[in-house]
Nanobody
Framework: QVQLVESGGGLVQAGDSLRLSCAASGGNFGAYVMGWFRQAPGKQREFVARITWSGGSTDYADSVKGRFTISRDNAKDTVYLQMNSLKPEDTAVYYC???????????????WGQGTQVTVSS
């Protein structure tokens, strides 16, 4: 059983940067694919980014490609989401998730954090 705790959210202005962190405990972090998802008010949760077990391969939603970077430090059991050039439409609750497959589908992720709020003002 893996526990995930996100941090780093907050209120920023358009064009600013934030780095989200997700600390894992209770399992073999290096054995999991890690993903970031987000859910804006009134919308379904959507895929943002994912990273393989070793960090050697990443994948991004088109809406964040070139602005967001996912990375992981297996020695620290932590995955990160560096978010640059933030836009108001990036406002959402951001969740990290752990799974066994390199997938964009949230159903493929077994473990989820509680989420961290990111609000981008215009």
């Amino acid at each position: 059983q893996v526990q995930l705790v996100e941090s780093g959210g907050g209120l920023v202005q358009a064009g600013d940067s934030l780095r989200l962190s997700c600390a894992a405990s209770g399992g073999n972090f290096g054995a999991y694919v890690m993903g970031w998802f987000r859910q804006a008010p009134g919308k379904q949760r959507e895929f943002v980014a994912r990273i393989t077990w070793s960090g050697g391969s990443t994948d991004y939603a088109d809406s964040v490609k070139g602005r967001f970077t996912i990375s992981r430090d297996n020695a620290k059991d932590t995955v990160y989401l560096q978010m640059n050039s933030l836009k108001p439409e990036d406002t959402a609750v951001y969740y990290c998730a752990a799974g066994n497959y390199m997938s964009r589908y949230e159903a493929m992720y077994a473990y989820w954090g509680q989420g961290t709020q990111v609000t981008v003002s215009s």
